[in-house]
């Protein structure tokens, strides 16, 4: 099965699962421009979520910013362990899914990784 | 004029040299001519301390402070330890601004949160935050709070503070949240009317103890339904009885609210008056307000700072849950440092003694005829009597000799009085009164 | 620092209160409390030490210089605090009758009127206990407003994005929806933005004038008026009055609702984060809205009057905070209206002083040079150059006994260090002060990292904010 990686404008990456179904997270220069976040709120299983909309959103000491669904469909799993350690998102942000969405109707516009790295060089 | 200006006229102007202007007009040049006022104020003439100090004791001599009273209803008064003003009118806390520098500011939030920890013990809850406004407020704070996607209904009972039930009102009166007044039976909470009030849409119910009657709820009851449910229990709490009464966390409470005033606040004509909020840790991150945190600096040394600062206003902006900005924290210091002189011991004390002198004020006038206790459930140290004839008239008499009646109620009540009685009423106010009572006709 | 926690000795405690004179009252065990109760147990001594200590680590503006932008720290004068201690002002039970309480009601009718001629609005209530809470209040006559009319559709309030953080938080929390408007380069309202922005939906405007930059708003007349035109009501945020009293007023510019800060304005301690007081006044036409009770005067006699079916109701319990509106009345009584005018005067003096001193060595990115009663200061140069943030910057002045600039507001401003010296500050300081910005400006240019580990000299140095976050420890625990 092949892991299809993308990226959005917004910083957050979307990994494939299979056609239907991806996990969702943010990306390694999203963390850095975040500084050492402190709390993550999730949204619950069954959620709704919608390409372009705000789903999640990530706290630091002093500042709080939204994490927009690169997908839309519903929300299978939550990554619960970032509830109690949100460090691990700073730690290995590519590895640190917050979401899992399944029933996928809709994509939003997504980059290849190529063309992500290309936008945070500017 | 009295001013603060230190800066002579003189000095003024050499400022104003330096700067490359000729007059104090010339630094308002940005504001438009057609809202500049070109009158002064319609304010009378600044006075000498002196004069302000004379005209302002007039003022005040105008209100009647009463020798002896016997009123509550969310404003109590208790023995005020002089410890207590002491330490509350050092010029560094009450000059102090909010401690965001937590390198300077060690002294203001170590004591709120020493606070905290009084308000976690008193209430048995885990977590509180560093107080709000007052009581009401901490009440609609915490039924905001319990606001889920599906349940946003909130049950608060009858026999809660009407000033709290109106605050409520307003805080939920175009939001999408709705309140439901339980119905109130023999002056207790109705719990069959509360069991057929529930439903998947419940957010919260929201009961006092004592009640606004004095009475003693069936807390258990009500955590007896709600627990196992999504349903958030709110009980709003006398913090004097907590020296003596179970705690909001005994009856499975989820948030403990309540009017800190009795800690050691004068009746201050209604304000500044402080609302505690304490919750299970579950709740931690819903608190609203500020929350002071211990850590340490990098050299390991105890240090407290604001934390979770992520939740307010002033980082979520428009998604934040609540607008709250300022703590009452002076007068959270005051209860702090009044329960540190009461401690355990001190305080159940004058929970048994407010408890005692109630319970024979009671006996004392039930023996007047025409006087008897409208409700006869237990009661904490307020209760409500009929009264054998105006009850205006009697608390004109009662005025005439220094003494502040119980509170005249109003609507189904009418005509009866709901007394009060705390540790500061002697035995030989009581029976002054009654002595008093007994001689109108 | 111990706790008082970790002081005392269990059997430690005061004897405040005589043995019981009435037969003992007891109640059913399924009242009691069976939870220990642990508070502190300590003497007198232990605790009058315990909070000199406290104290020696809290700073106050009588410790020092407190320039905090947006707060106005001004000169907290004594006889106000003497004069809320008068027992005919303290020891007043809420629920006393009328006839009783005359003083009472004379000191808000006072403050009313007094407040009525600074703001030109035509009442003021003093139910809202602090600033937030007037705009919460404040909001919520403009919802009855609308709601009264039938005009439902509105349901957004707009704000510019240099606003308070409290404005879009009041807005959400009166159950309106926040419309963000930019700010133009110059950091004023984008007054096209605005007129884009209005429309059948608007609800209302918020603003503070002069701005959170710290200028006048020079287009006042014309963003009031969009706002009008639209069918929207206008909200002034009365955090930076101090700039304008006796100069300008927010009713003669077209708002329709403001709210005060009594603790910044109106010299009342700030307390270390409350009590403060946040009047909301408001125009003819939203009086009816106002919450309940209002005091009413009838052949001389002053009462409260509760019948009043279009108010909002109420939004704490009795009327507010009475002892603070007692200082503010004492100060306003202090300075008449000479008095008012000149503190506005030499608060803006002080700050165009220290603007005009300072502007030579930092970026002060609005206002060319000029200001009203704060200034903003970037560092945004100095970060990237040198890697000196403000935070950096604002810790190194503790080192100095200077309490920092507001930092990081209002957020259009990048290293945002906002100045507001007030009034009550004298010539000398302000030298003094100016003299240690350069000093450090120079510093932070030669010997960054020398900034990087501040404060030095404090109780503590920076503390672990993200670990306090991360692992909140919100109590103290015994075991």
Redesign the interface.
């Known amino acids: 099965m092949s892991k299809e990686l993308y990226f959005t404008k917004t910083h957050e990456w979307v990994r494939f699962i299979d056609e239907t179904t991806a996990r969702v997270g943010i990306t390694e220069f999203a963390q850095g421009e975040l500084g050492d976040l402190v709390f993550i709120n999730l949204p619950e299983k069954g959620d709704e979520v919608i390409a372009g909309e705000s789903f999640a959103d990530v706290e630091s000491v002093k500042a709080v910013s939204n994490v927009y669904s690169p997908v839309s469909g519903t929300v299978r799993a939550v990554n619960e362990n970032l509830l109690d350690q949100p460090e691990l998102v700073n730690m290995d942000a590519m590895e640190a899914w917050f979401i899992e969405v399944e029933n996928i109707s809709e994509k939003g516009e997504l980059l290849t990784e190529e063309e992500y790295m290309k936008l945070i060089e500017e | 004029?009295?001013?603060?200006?230190?800066?002579t006229r003189d000095?003024?102007q050499?400022?104003?040299e330096?700067?490359?202007?000729s007059s104090?007009d010339d630094?308002?040049s940005?504001?438009?001519k057609?809202?500049?006022?070109n009158a002064?104020?319609?304010?009378?003439?600044?006075?000498s301390?002196m004069e302000?100090?004379v005209?302002?004791?007039k003022?005040?001599?105008?209100?009647?402070?009463?020798d002896t009273?016997f009123?509550g209803?969310?404003?109590y008064?208790h023995?005020i330890?002089a410890?207590v003003k002491?330490?509350t009118?050092?010029?560094?806390?009450?000059?102090?601004?909010?401690?965001y520098?937590?390198?300077?500011?060690?002294?203001?939030l170590?004591?709120?949160?020493?606070y905290?920890?009084?308000i976690?013990?008193?209430t048995?809850m885990?977590?509180?935050n560093?107080?709000v406004?007052?009581?009401?407020?901490a009440a609609a704070e915490a039924v905001i709070m319990s606001r889920e996607k599906s349940r946003k209904k909130a049950l608060v009972s009858a026999t809660v503070?009407p000033?709290?039930i109106?605050?409520i009102?307003?805080?939920l009166?175009?939001?999408?949240m709705e309140m439901a007044i339980i119905p109130e039976k023999d002056g207790l909470t109705d719990i069959e009317g509360l069991m057929s009030m529930l439903g998947d849409d419940t957010a919260c119910v929201l009961i006092q103890q004592p009640n606004f009657y004095g009475l003693?709820e069936d807390g258990?009851a009500v955590g007896g339904i709600l627990a196992g449910t999504d349903i958030k229990y709110i009980m709003s709490c006398n913090p004097i009885s907590?020296?003596?009464?179970?705690?909001p966390?005994?009856y499975g409470a989820d948030i403990a609210v309540g009017?800190g005033q009795p800690l050691g606040i004068?009746?201050?004509?209604?304000?500044?008056?402080l609302g505690f909020m304490a919750a299970t840790e579950k709740l931690?991150?819903r608190l609203p307000g500020?929350?002071?945190?211990?850590?340490?600096?990098?050299?390991g040394?105890?240090?407290?700072?604001l934390?979770?600062?992520?939740r307010?206003?002033?980082?979520?902006?428009?998604?934040?849950s609540?607008?709250?900005?300022?703590?009452?924290?002076?007068?959270a210091?005051t209860a702090?440092?009044y329960?540190?002189?009461?401690?355990?011991?001190?305080?159940?004390?004058?929970a048994?003694?407010s408890?005692?002198?109630?319970?024979?004020l009671a006996d004392r006038l039930c023996e007047i005829d025409g006087y008897e206790l409208v409700y006869k459930g237990?009661f904490?140290n307020e209760f409500v009597t009929t009264v054998n004839t105006d009850a205006d008239k009697v608390?004109d008499i009662l005025?005439e000799h220094g003494i502040?009646g119980g509170?005249p109620l109003d609507g189904k009540h009418k005509g009866c009085l709901l007394w009060c009685a705390t540790?500061v009423n002697?035995?030989e106010e009581?029976d002054n009164m009654v002595r008093i009572l007994k001689d109108i006709k | 620092m111990k706790l008082l926690f970790e002081i005392g000795n269990k059997n430690r405690k005061l004897d405040l209160m005589p043995e019981c004179d009435v037969p003992v009252a007891d109640i059913d065990d399924k009242y009691k409390r069976k939870k220990e109760l642990r508070l502190p147990n300590v003497s007198e001594t232990e605790i009058s030490r315990h909070y000199t200590k406290l104290s020696r680590r809290s700073f106050g503006v009588n410790c020092g210089f407190y320039p905090l932008g947006s707060c106005t720290m001004k000169y907290n004068p004594k006889i106000n605090d003497e004069m809320a201690k008068l027992p005919g002002f303290a020891d007043i039970h809420p629920l006393q009758p009328a006839d009783t309480v005359q003083g009472c009601l004379k000191v808000y009718k006072l403050a009313e009127e007094y407040l009525c001629s600074i703001t030109g609005m035509d009442a003021m209530d003093f139910q809202p206990a602090a600033g937030a809470h007037g705009e919460f209040t404040g909001l919520k006559l403009i919802w009855a407003y609308h709601r009264d009319r039938n005009d439902t559709g509105r349901d957004k309030i707009i704000v510019p994005d240099s606003a308070h953080g409290t404005n879009p938080a009041s807005a959400a929390m009166a159950g309106f929806t926040v419309i963000n408007i930019p700010s133009t380069e110059e950091g004023f309202v984008d007054v096209n933005a605005l007129r884009n922005a209005v429309g059948e939906d608007t609800a209302g405007f918020m603003l503070t004038n002069p701005n959170t930059i710290g200028l006048f708003e020079e287009h006042i007349h014309e963003i009031t008026s969009i706002v009008h035109e639209a069918g929207g009501l206008t909200y002034y945020d009365g955090a930076n009055l101090n700039a304008i009293m006796g100069i300008a007023r927010p009713g003669d510019m077209g708002f329709d609702v403001v709210h005060l800060n009594l603790h910044k304005t109106f010299s009342t301690p700030h307390g270390g984060g409350g009590p403060g007081s946040g009047p909301v006044g408001c125009k003819k036409h939203l009086i009816p809205y106002l919450p309940t009770p209002r005091i009413v005067e009838r052949d001389g006699i002053l009462a409260f009057d509760e019948k009043s079916d279009k108010s909002i109701g109420r939004v704490k319990s009795f009327y507010g905070n009475f002892l603070v509106v007692v200082r503010a009345l004492a100060y306003m009584m202090t300075l008449g209206a000479e008095g008012l005018k000149n503190a506005s005067e030499n608060a803006v003096l002080n700050a165009n002083y220290m603007l005009h001193m300072l502007k030579d060595t930092f970026d002060i990115p609005f206002g060319n040079g000029r200001c009203m009663h704060e200034f903003v200061i970037s560092l945004e140069r100095l970060k990237k150059e040198k890697s000196v943030s403000a935070l950096d910057f604002a810790k190194t002045l503790l080192d100095c006994g200077i309490h920092p600039p507001t930092m990081y507001f209002p957020l259009i401003v990048h290293e945002a260090l906002m100045v507001e010296p007030t009034e009550t500050e004298t010539r000398e300081t302000l030298d003094e002060v100016i003299a240690f910005f350069k000093e450090l400006y120079e510093r932070a240019y030669n010997d960054p990292d020398s900034l990087h580990g501040t404060p030095l000299t404090t109780p503590i140095g920076r503390p672990d904010e993200v670990g306090a976050a991360r692992n909140p420890r919100l109590r103290y625990y015994s075991d």
């Open positions: 004029m009295g001013t603060y200006v230190p800066n000095e003024q050499l400022m104003l330096a700067i490359g202007l104090m630094l308002f940005t504001i438009p057609e809202v500049r006022l002064s104020l319609d304010i009378p003439k600044g006075m301390e302000v100090s005209k302002m004791r003022i005040a001599g105008m209100n009647k402070v009463y009273v009123r209803c969310g404003a008064r023995y330890p410890i002491q330490v009118s050092k010029e560094e806390f009450i000059t102090a601004y909010t401690p520098q937590a390198e300077i500011s060690q002294g203001i170590q004591s709120i949160f020493e905290q920890t009084m976690c013990e008193l048995g885990q977590v509180s560093a107080s406004y007052d009581g009401a407020t503070n000033m709290t109106e605050t009102r307003t805080y009166d175009g939001t999408d003693l258990d907590l020296g003596i009464l179970k705690t966390a005994e009017e004068g009746l201050s004509f209604g304000g500044p008056y931690m991150r500020r929350i002071v945190g211990e850590t340490t600096d990098s050299q040394r105890r240090a407290f700072v934390t979770l600062q992520a307010e206003q002033h980082i979520r902006r428009e998604k934040a609540s607008n709250i900005c300022s703590n009452q924290a002076l007068c210091m702090a440092v329960l540190a002189a009461m401690g355990r011991e001190g305080l159940a004390q004058a048994k003694l408890m005692s002198k109630a319970h024979y237990e904490f608390l005025s502040l509170y540790e002697t035995r009581i």
